[in-house]
């Protein structure tokens, strides 16, 4: 089995910043693409930013310049580095990963239970 638990959420003002992390444990072989994802209130769970196991990245286009993904593969973290956050940013954060597991080599989608971050004056 395996988990992925994220911290870091939070309130935080206009133009403040957080750090999300999310580490991953349990029957892990290695971990190929790791992902933050978020979904506002009353809308659908979007892809933020993605980090393949090269190190290859990609956002959505409302966070370019303000987020940066990152991962430490000797810690099976991945983290998210958010910068002049904004109102709109506002959501409940998610981390998932693509693990193969050590056991008997599955692709596993893992996903975390998730951390809010709230911008607001």
């Known amino acids: 089995q395996v988990q992925l638990v994220e911290s870091g959420g939070g309130l935080v003002q206009p133009g403040g910043s957080l750090r999300l992390s999310c580490t991953a444990s349990g029957d892990i072989f290695k971990i190929n693409g790791m992902y933050w994802y978020r979904q506002p209130p009353g809308k659908e769970r979007e892809l933020v930013a993605a980090?393949?196991?090269?190190?290859?990245?990609q956002y959505r286009d409302s966070v370019k310049g303000r987020f940066t993904i990152s991962r430490d593969d000797a810690k099976k973290a991945v983290f998210l580095q958010m910068t002049t956050l904004k109102p709109e940013d506002t959501a409940a954060y998610y981390c998932?990963?693509?693990?193969?597991?050590?056991?008997?080599?599955?692709?596993?989608?893992?996903w975390g239970q998730g951390t809010q971050v709230t911008v607001s004056a």
């Open positions: 998932n990963a693509d693990v193969i597991t050590a056991r008997d080599y599955r692709v596993l989608d893992v």
């Open positions: 980090i393949n196991m090269h190190g290859e990245i």
